[in-house]
């Protein structure tokens, strides 16, 4: 596997190819990711992966300088997974100078949920992915990027961008990869202390309960549920955010009975410092 770290550098080994295969990451690599890159291996002639901590995305009070940075050991699994190709930018190489040009995605999807509860936060991940697109497709017919369904609304986002800006990419959705609790494999379970990681679990279980009760009452009343569900993970010590039924196409209510389109269950909540997300379709 080679290792590059600038444009010119990934574009030079990429030419060679038609149809790279890429899974974007911030680094601090787990079993989600190489599932990722495990299951793009065959769906392009080339693999790349790029591992970068992207500003953009972090608000003024989260953990951009907090947030792990693995990459000697990221790279032995990526190479271990079969990606040909790892993309680690600095951050004045896809930066060099203030990123005042940006990605506002539709207000509609990005100001919901995880928009809602950070701000900006779909601008910083529209604007990355579409520059690390042009980075890595440029002059390509064709390509195919992964991302995990554990980030379920930046997936719709994104697909929304590719699709609107004509982009010759398909999007592959991988699920969620989880530990044998059923928490979801994430970055930021590492900030858990050994206590907090076992009560971590609770977050899948709450969802997949809320799930269970929206399916099986005739006339849920949507709100009261999640209300309940919300309450029940306060009583444990945790600060939800959301635990909300939606529709999987646009991520709003859904409005007719529940039986007649795709859902999914999504929630975010605090557990002491750390911000946890995860999501069941039912």
Not at 79 to 99: H, I, S, T, V
Not at 148 to 166: C, E, H, I, N, S
């Amino acid at each position: 596997m080679h290792i590059v770290h600038t444009i010119a550098e990934l574009r030079a080994h990429l030419s060679p190819f038609k149809r790279p295969a890429f899974v974007p990451t911030m680094g601090n690599l787990h079993d989600g990711h190489i599932a990722l890159v495990k299951q793009a291996n065959p769906l392009g002639d080339v693999t790349v992966s790029s591992i970068f901590v992207n500003r953009l995305q972090f608000a003024p009070n989260e953990d951009f300088e907090s947030y792990p940075r693995t990459l000697d050991a990221d790279a032995q699994r990526l190479e271990a997974a079969g990606c040909n190709l790892l993309f680690a930018p600095r951050e004045k190489e896809l930066y060099p100078e203030p990123q005042t040009y940006k990605v506002h995605p539709a207000t509609d999807l990005s100001d919901m949920l995880e928009g809602h509860f950070r701000p900006g936060f779909f601008i910083g991940v529209s604007t990355v992915v579409l520059k690390l697109f042009s980075c890595v497709y440029a002059g390509m017919p064709s390509g195919v990027a992964a991302f995990g369904k554990k980030d379920y609304q930046q997936v719709l986002v994104v697909r929304r961008m590719v699709r609107q800006f004509a982009l010759p990419i398909d999007i592959l959705a991988g699920e969620t990869q989880r530990a044998e609790d059923g928490l979801a494999l994430s970055s930021r379970n590492a900030y858990l202390n050994p206590a907090e990681r076992i009560e971590a679990a609770q977050l899948a279980k709450a969802l997949k309960a809320l799930g269970e009760a929206a399916r099986t009452c005739n006339t849920p009343d949507l709100a009261a549920l999640e209300a309940q569900a919300m309450q029940a993970l306060a009583r444990r010590g945790w600060k939800p955010d959301y635990l909300t039924v939606r529709r999987r196409a646009d991520l709003l209510p859904p409005q007719g009975p529940l039986a007649s389109e795709p859902l999914v269950i999504l929630g975010a909540a605090k557990l002491g410092n750390t911000r946890l997300i995860d999501n069941f379709e039912i």
